[in-house]
């Protein structure tokens, strides 16, 4: 039997200028907004699209089912149930040909992605006719594993009860006072039944066969702690020479991209090295150094393609040269300004990221702005930004972020107070308050940069 699939209509695009024109709102789907924009008139993308980390299998059920109607395949839920959450746009080469065709020659994207997708990702971007130039890799010791306790399936296979134990920590998301809904107010009835007791009750770790015991301690996944980011360049028109003097692109800002490090650490880095050589010239005699040696760069030193977030779980695995890398803690009630989106990045590495890969005065597309982290990034950097977003929530929350950009910092600390998540939270909703030292003294450090920039303007 033969199905006919029914085109299902958009909505208009509306587009709103914001930041006096700075920023461009694309309210709308990415796919028709794109299409708005002339051909060869953007700088730089920066962008943090979907993972497509779905629940179910494909979207669309099993191999020789009827076929689902597009009202259910966009409905399948994604990353914490999000319906967005979908590889339909990012997967697509005939999108990313798109977004090849609205960067100049030499213009670069940088794409996040997640461990398990980026490879669709980053094939469908280069099948586009972009370049792949490098992966960037963003470390942080925050994230928490989703494994399925093998052993507890088993007794639960079984029919057989393990001895339940009560948890009275409030954090936990089945306990009291944490686990809400995303819709305003909601909450599940075990969560309401735990609050109303006081304690959540869980299965034990004892197991309750024998079976079990034997795969005691096996699991599913390990714990996420890092996400890629794709590096790719519009092939150019010519020579990188007479690209960057044509069109302003196909560089990285190299300088503008630097670590910093203390004077000291430089000159303990370089002090075993100066005067470096051989010391035999068959030409010009002996004890004579035949190339000059290494010396530090007065900016810092060159950006590499690791991010640390900065905490302590983190920088120990760099025990010696953690100081080389580009530091970026997690989201904060400061990135977040009371956002509801779950996938928030850290303003600072958006503007790192931003200031890597654009031109001064450049224009920085973003297809999936979320919550307008790219637009404020671009915004504190200097640059005018393009912003695509579908959903009417992140909408709102863009022109938000957008105007406290703008505002001040005593107006974005009292937004920031007036929209603080439920206590209870935690997790990905959390403020990060409880980050270990190093890492808030790295989120201190930026913000204040931050709002210095933006006041200099």
Not at 394 to 411: H, T, V, W
């Amino acid at each position: 039997m033969s199905t006919t699939k029914v085109a299902v209509e958009q909505p208009p695009i509306v587009t709103e200028a914001l930041a006096d024109g700075r920023v461009t709102l694309h309210c709308g789907d990415c796919r028709d907004a794109i299409r708005l924009i002339p051909d060869n008139s953007i700088d730089a993308i920066v962008t943090d699209p979907p993972y497509a980390l779905v629940s179910i299998q494909k979207r669309f059920g099993k191999p020789g089912s009827k076929p689902a109607k597009d009202v259910y395949g966009r409905g399948a839920a994604g990353f914490m149930g999000k319906t967005w959450d979908t590889g339909e746009v990012a997967f697509s080469d005939e999108f990313w040909a798109e977004c090849l065709r609205v960067l100049k020659p030499g213009g670069h994207v940088v794409a996040f992605s997640g461990t398990r997708t980026y490879h669709r990702m980053a094939v469908a971007i280069e099948d586009a006719g972009f370049e792949p130039r490098d992966m960037l890799l963003w470390h942080y010791g925050s994230g928490f594993p989703k494994s399925h306790d093998v052993s507890k399936a088993i007794d639960k296979a079984a029919g057989a009860e393990r001895t339940k134990v009560r948890d009275y920590n409030p954090r936990n998301p089945k306990a009291t006072g944490g686990g809400k809904d995303g819709a305003e107010g909601a909450t599940r009835p075990w969560i309401e039944a735990a609050i109303a007791r006081g304690y959540h009750e869980k299965d034990g770790d004892e197991p309750a066969t024998p079976q079990a015991a034997e795969w005691q301690g096996w699991g599913t996944a390990l714990k996420p702690a890092t996400e890629p980011i794709m590096l790719a360049r519009k092939p150019l028109d010519g020579t990188v020479a007479s690209n960057v003097l044509e069109h302003g692109t196909g560089a990285l800002n190299i300088d503008g991209a630097r670590i910093k490090a203390a004077d000291s650490q430089l000159a303990e880095k370089y002090a075993s090295v100066q005067n470096a050589g051989s010391r035999q010239n068959s030409i010009f005699g002996a004890d004579i150094r035949d190339r000059a040696g290494a010396t530090p760069h007065e900016l810092g030193r060159w950006p590499a393609n690791v991010i640390l977030e900065g905490s302590d779980e983190v920088t120990d695995a760099f025990p010696d040269g953690a100081s080389r890398f580009f530091y970026s803690a997690k989201a904060d009630a400061e990135d977040r300004l009371g956002s509801k989106h779950p996938t928030v990045k850290p303003v600072d590495l958006m503007q790192w990221l931003c200031r890597l890969i654009t031109p001064p005065g450049g224009t920085i597309l973003d297809p999936f702005a979320g919550s307008g982290s790219t637009g404020e990034a671009a915004l504190r950097e200097g640059f005018s930004a393009v912003l695509c977003e579908r959903e009417t929530e992140y909408q709102a929350d863009i022109k938000e972020r957008i105007r406290l950009a703008l505002s001040g910092p005593l107006e974005r600390r009292a937004r920031i107070a007036s929209r603080r998540p439920q206590a209870g939270m935690g997790g990905l909703f959390g403020d990060n308050d409880n980050a270990p030292p190093r890492e808030r003294s790295l989120q201190q450090r930026n913000r204040s940069t931050n709002r210095n920039a933006l006041e200099a303007e």
